[in-house]
Every structure is written in structure tokens, then in C-alpha cells.
């Protein structure tokens, strides 16, 4: 197995409609695929964005047509995909699963990831109860690639907890993806700082996609899409526009830096 991986993050600013997004989606796995990588992480709700409640309940129902979509495109491309997120309906009640779906180049469903930390905040111009819609996962998710690479699945307000990575980091991870849609005053002050910190404690490349600009229902989110490097380093960022970034990640350079600051 190669001790290199190329990798991808795509970013995207998500309506309302289902079709219309995973065209999108499909245009920038394309992309990917044709650069070479081998896995791509989507960002935060990429099949749909609305802060209406029934809207979501009513898009929830489109969950297959989601999953046959990126079983076949991860099929037809040969890809990893990490499928950021999408709102799939719960088993009882009218809340719904902040789930990702991971899936493997044989077009296999490998995994899936339900987000395990919901984002209930009140900031000065806005407030958002995410638990009030969202039911909360339990399990925290490896995806072991080959027998060189293993990455641990986050969902946004995740990145806040820094037990979650430590968590994947002793399960032998070292890769951590980070689906997002974090909003511009938050993203502004701390999506940096916390994508670098988690690289740094835990020695791992991070792969970040994000929900960028400002959407059907007048929500605004951050950007700022990156892969940053086990010491920290942002290797490459997309900052406010749709479209993908692209990094090579080396196995030997985590080997390197963990061996000289052996923190683990």
C-alpha cells in the first residue's frame, strides 16, 4: 500500500433542493477524482440547507435517492467518499439523524457517522438549538482506508471537544475529518485555531469542508475549507467560494514529527 494518499475537501453553499446540490456534488467529485485523489470529504447538510423544520422532515424523505447517489458515484469514481452530512429520519418522533454516510470505492456503504455534539448556542446575532431538531449520536467512527491510513469522522460542533480526536488518535488515526457549516461569528474567531490545535495535539492531518456564503434561507455560513498538516501547517485553504482543494498527505511526515515530539 503507498505511504502517500491524495485527498480532497469540497466546499459548497447548499440550498434548499436536494437535486440541485448533488449535481453540484457530482461536478466536484468529477474534479477530484481526475486530480488523482482517493478520498473526499463533503461538507455539513451538503444535499440540503434550510432552517425550516418541515422543509427538513419533507427533504429527509429523499434519503434514498441521496444514498444511491454517492454509492454509485463512489463506485464509478473509485473513491472514499466521506459524505460531510445530510438529515436522515430518526425511528421514532419528528427528529432527525445529522448523519455521514462514508463510502468505499466498490460503491459499499462502509459506515456512518451521527453527530455526537449539538450546537445550542445563543450568539449576539443569532441562536441556534440544534438539539431541539437533532437527535444525538452516540459512537464515535474510524474509516480504516488500507493499512496506512485510519480517520476518525466529525461533524462541526464536534470540533469543540477535543476528547473526540484524542478518542481517535489512540484508536491509531491519522487523518480527521471535520464536515462543517460553522457559522461567520464563530468561524471568524475560532475555525482556524481549533482545526490547527486538533491537528497539533493529536499529530494528524486534518481534512475540513465547509458550508460557505449565504444561503436560500438567508443563513450565512464561514468557508474556509483546509487541510492542515500534523505540525499545524495550513497546507491548502478555499476561503468563500464553492469549488475543491486538493493536498497529498505523507505518511512519513506524521512518523517524523511524532517520533521528535512524542506528546502521544
Not at 31 to 51: C, D, H, I, N, Y
Not at 85 to 101: A, I
Not at 201 to 209: D, M, S
Given at each position: 500500500m503507498p505511504k502517500t494518499m491524495q485527498v480532497s475537501c469540497i466546499q459548497m453553499c447548499s440550498n434548499h433542493d436536494v437535486e440541485s446540490n448533488l449535481a453540484k456534488v457530482e461536478i466536484f467529485l468529477k474534479?477530484?477524482?481526475?486530480?488523482?485523489?482517493?478520498?473526499?470529504?463533503?461538507?455539513?447538510?451538503?444535499?440540503?440547507?434550510?432552517?425550516n423544520h418541515q422543509e427538513k422532515l419533507r427533504n429527509s424523505e429523499k434519503s434514498h435517492v441521496i444514498f444511491h447517489f454517492l454509492s454509485e458515484k463512489a463506485k464509478q469514481h473509485q473513491l472514499w467518499i466521506i459524505a460531510?452530512?445530510?438529515?436522515?429520519?430518526?425511528?421514532?418522533?419528528?427528529?432527525?439523524?445529522?448523519?455521514?454516510?462514508?463510502?468505499?470505492?466498490?460503491?459499499?456503504?462502509h459506515a456512518h457517522y451521527d453527530k455526537m455534539h449539538l450546537f445550542d448556542a445563543n450568539l449576539d446575532t443569532e441562536s441556534w438549538q440544534e438539539s431541539a431538531t437533532i437527535e444525538a449520536g452516540k459512537n464515535p467512527v474510524v474509516v480504516n482506508i488500507n493499512d496506512h491510513w485510519q480517520a476518525g469522522v466529525s461533524i462541526c460542533y464536534d470540533l469543540r471537544f477535543p476528547e473526540l480526536y484524542r478518542h481517535y488518535s489512540s484508536q491509531g488515526c491519522n487523518i480527521l475529518t471535520v464536515a462543517a457549516a460553522f457559522t461567520v461569528p464563530t468561524g471568524k474567531a475560532h475555525w482556524e485555531i481549533l482545526l490547527r490545535a486538533r491537528a497539533i495535539?493529536?499529530?494528524?492531518?486534518?481534512?475540513?469542508?465547509a458550508q460557505c456564503g449565504t444561503h436560500s434561507d438567508g443563513r450565512k455560513t464561514y468557508?474556509?475549507?483546509?487541510?492542515?498538516?500534523?505540525?499545524?501547517?495550513?497546507?491548502?485553504?478555499?476561503?468563500?467560494?464553492?469549488?475543491?482543494?486538493?493536498?497529498?498527505?505523507?505518511?512519513?511526515?506524521?512518523?517524523?514529527?511524532?517520533?521528535s515530539l512524542p506528546v502521544l
Open positions: 474534479q477530484a477524482a481526475e486530480s488523482g485523489s482517493k478520498l473526499v470529504l463533503l461538507p455539513e447538510t451538503f444535499s440540503f440547507m434550510t432552517r460531510g452530512s445530510s438529515l436522515f429520519p430518526t425511528e421514532h418522533g419528528d427528529k432527525l439523524h445529522n448523519r455521514c454516510f462514508i463510502f468505499a470505492p466498490d460503491g459499499s456503504q495535539e493529536n499529530q494528524c492531518y486534518i481534512l475540513a469542508a468557508g474556509h475549507s483546509m487541510i492542515v498538516d500534523p505540525w499545524g501547517e495550513i497546507i491548502t485553504e478555499l476561503p468563500d467560494s464553492e469549488g475543491i482543494i486538493t493536498a497529498e498527505l505523507n505518511l512519513s511526515a506524521i512518523q517524523r514529527i511524532r517520533q
